[in-house]
């Protein structure tokens, strides 16, 4: 059952002292007939933001001076008034005006400089971020009790933002780190220190709502889903993915968090903006396309959609913002239905570099480059941590960075007794660094200090790759093989390019060949001695993704769930709606175009025509358990139309005429 709205709008409403009455122009009947006819059916409302104000009538010192009602009831209960939910967004890590009060809560650099957004500083506008192991906390949860008290039973949830702590040296932490025996002094003992910290807020505020609003639905916001969820896992009702494809998240973002979201367990949505660029980028307008995209993708991940928007100071809502709005949701209002409670069905999992070291990007380089290469190719797959059950899976993917404890590496040679296939890069695979484990069949004996180097491939495990030698634009390891055999070999260039002698432009061209492999095989793994994965992520080489998708297809013996003539820029997700008795194919075709400097966006939807789709029956049963899988009859849903199909060799074989964007196709089986 579905507890999550499938239509939001995140309702920011950061304001800060001003000139006017706040709320001054707010109209009750505007503002609903504002959200009805946009189709929204849950607006996040601010009850406390990043300038430290208050919304709602309190004795608070905190409460917005230019307030004269209880603005945020009156918003709340016109909500509830046409049924529209009204959760309350609360800022945490970001509140200006005890920062301004409380100097001494603020978090600390090890230099003394403080942590912030953008131009932060003394003489510079900008957030300044708090501590937690201040008297803030104590602060915050005051604030907390009291939100909770003001609404009583109107409170639909509770959001928090900027859920983090830095690496902080201010005087308490330090005295606390000390008290605990870490080494202030030591930078990792100061991120676990912070780490703690984290966990201890989450788990504090939890607790502070349950004592008196058991039910109410929390999350916790840090603008990414990452594995160090896991420990706070349980305090979480739901998952929110805030993933801006115009800001820093890129449009690489959503659609890696969500593969791994997905399987926490949780209800999950995906929320964008209206805006342009990012957050408050007022007066500006998403394209039509770059929405519908963001929020289709979501659909097909099964994911409910949540758009961001800032309300005026006023009280006022913009036209334009939610004839936009309108229309993208018209749309997912129609389609909803097709990703309500569907399963993705995959057949490959990539292991997320970040059960073993955090990464410094939003999306880990070697994750991203998986996730593109996989998604290019049409593949089904999910990304997972070790607390997931990888047994349905029949490839797990290790990305470059993956260096296993013991414990992760006794859980993989499990895994590949158990019949499953590894297919790993760079360091992943090495145990503490020296060691593979046994499966690979490969000796560790070292690193190169200069890059690139060259590869020749043997053709007819790489018959996609040019004939002759493909420069590795990378740092690799050096391996020898025990009984692995050797599908590629190193080369060095002429000369190692210096001041004292150099070739052209760039790197020499190949010299000799080095005596060490570069991609080796053994029974069910695959080894590559580069890091293909943020190789391809950082420099976009064909023959990289081409080196790796072959070696799926020798490791999944070229079984694959679907086949089709599809462009590589499209996305293609299959999911299963067990309740319904169907297959839902989701289809996008949306290109991000590099148009400014700074970011991508999408300005039109580029339609395909007679695409024709393979599906593998015989793969889907093993992954979904629905040993008597019968296709009764294939519809495309926006046109209303049956699709013609054949059965052939175990594969239903049908041709899309148009995909005009975003298109579902419904699989009814007995
Ligand atoms: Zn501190």
Redesign the pocket.
Known sequence: MSKLASRQIHLDFHTPVLPFELGKNFDKKQFQQTLLKAEVNSVTLTGRCHHGHIYYQTKLPAQHPQMKKDFLMEQVDACHEIGINAPIYLSVGWDAYAADHHPEWL??KPDGRMYGFEEYGQLKPGWKTL????PYLDYLKEQIRDTIEHFGEKLDGLFFDIVW?DD??????IKKMSAQGYDPESESDRLAFAKETEQYLKKEIHRTIRNSAPDCPIFFNEGNILPSIRPNLEQYSHLEIESLPSGEWGYQHFPTVVRYAKNLGKEYLGMTGKFHKVWADFGSYKNQAALEYETFLALAHGAKCSIGDQMYPDGTLQEATYTLIGTVYDQVKELESYSLNSQAITEIAILHPGIVAASKEKVDLSLAGAVNMLNEAHYQFDIVDQWMDWTGYELLILPDKLVLTHELAELLEEYVEQGGKILASYHSGLIKGDQFIQSLGLIFTGEHETAPMYGYFDPVSFPKLPKGELVMHGKGTIVQSIDAAIKGEEAAPLVERKYQHYYSHFQAPVGEKTGNPVVTVNDQTMYYTFPIFEMYKTQGVKAYKELILAGIDHLLNIKKMITSDLPTSADVILNHQESQKRLILNLLHYIPERRALTLDTIEDKIPLYNQQIELDLCVIRNKTNLDHLIIKQVNQVKSNQTLPFEIVEDKVIFTVPEIDGYEVITMNYE
């Open positions: 978090e600390r501590c937690f192991n201040t702590q902080c040296c201010c005087n308490d932490c």
